[in-house]
């Protein structure tokens, strides 16, 4: 429980910045004590991508949006891979604390419900930007691709990878084993990320569909580190920018929840 003084503050002050400090840490020293799968496999994933698309079909697929076909996919695929990332850290960070049964060594210490998130999406967001560091800095290597709006990057990983850390805590929490944290992710987010934009511009799909990419959050940040990048999207980052804030808000506000009332968190 949370230690109190007198006038019902907590003795380290309203936020427990060592607390926070020390959570974020261990999230950010858990992916990467096994980088070899956390940041090295994603890359090569990413790259393989990238390589089958472009032997395949992007010697005849002609420009899109102004750009050739292979420097159209980076950015997709950068945000892609950074997504599916955020989800896996904050996922499968609870989902083992969870079936080991030492979850509540992270719900005892004095931290609130949203220093306890704030923890977790460190992590997720820390991963995010390895991931996406990694990606750019091999696609300006073999592809030639500089980065138009640097900073549209940065707001759209990050976002993305908040966005998408707290919909790993919301599955985990969910999940009671790892087949359902799988049916999860395989029936879910990967449909999200690879049916929002990453391998195509939006503007080539029936009406229909496009009513139903506009409405879907992972759509705007695939197309607003498109942006970022390319300096061209399908929508404008400034559309993107508050659905992005407003989802990613709705997200976390059902992570709190849950966090201070238990919910499959306690017995």
């Known amino acids: 429980m949370t230690e109190m003084t007198g006038m019902g503050e907590r003795r380290f002050g309203r936020v427990n910045w060592l607390g926070v400090a020390t959570l974020a840490e261990r999230e ?7 980088w070899s799968q956390t940041l090295m496999a994603p890359l090569i994933t990413a790259g393989l991508f990238l390589a089958i698309f472009s032997l395949a079909i992007g010697t005849r697929r002609g420009d899109v949006m102004g750009v050739p076909f292979t420097q159209f996919l980076a950015p997709g695929i950068l945000m ?36 306890l998130v704030a923890g977790y999406l460190a992590g997720s967001v ?62 879910i987010i990967t ?24 409405v879907n959050p992972v759509f705007y940040l695939i197309d607003g580190v498109r942006f970022g990048v390319l300096g061209t999207s399908d929508s404008s980052p400034w559309i993107g920018l508050p659905v992005c804030l407003l989802a990613t808000a709705a997200v976390l506000a059902v992570c709190l929840r849950w966090f201070r009332t238990g919910f499959r968190l306690k017995p």
């Open 28 to 34: 950010v020293r858990r992916f990467l004590a096994v």
């Open 80 to 115: 892609m891979t950074v997504i599916q990332n955020a989800f896996a850290n904050t996922s499968s960070a609870i989902m083992i604390a969870k079936v080991q049964g030492n979850i509540v060594d992270t719900l005892m210490p004095p931290l609130s419900p949203a220093e």
């Open 126 to 187: 820390g991963r995010g930007l390895f991931v996406a560091a990694a990606i750019l800095i091999v696609a300006a290597i073999f592809l030639g691709q500089g980065i138009a709006h640097p900073v549209w990057v940065l707001v759209f990983v990050v976002l993305g990878s908040a966005l998408l850390g707290g919909l790993g805590i919301i599955a985990a929490i969910l999940a009671n084993k790892f087949d359902q944290m799988a049916a999860i992710t395989n029936f």
């Open 191 to 214: 449909p999200l990320s690879f049916l929002s934009g990453t391998f195509y511009s939006v503007e080539g799909l029936p009406p229909a569909m496009q009513v139903l990419t506009h």
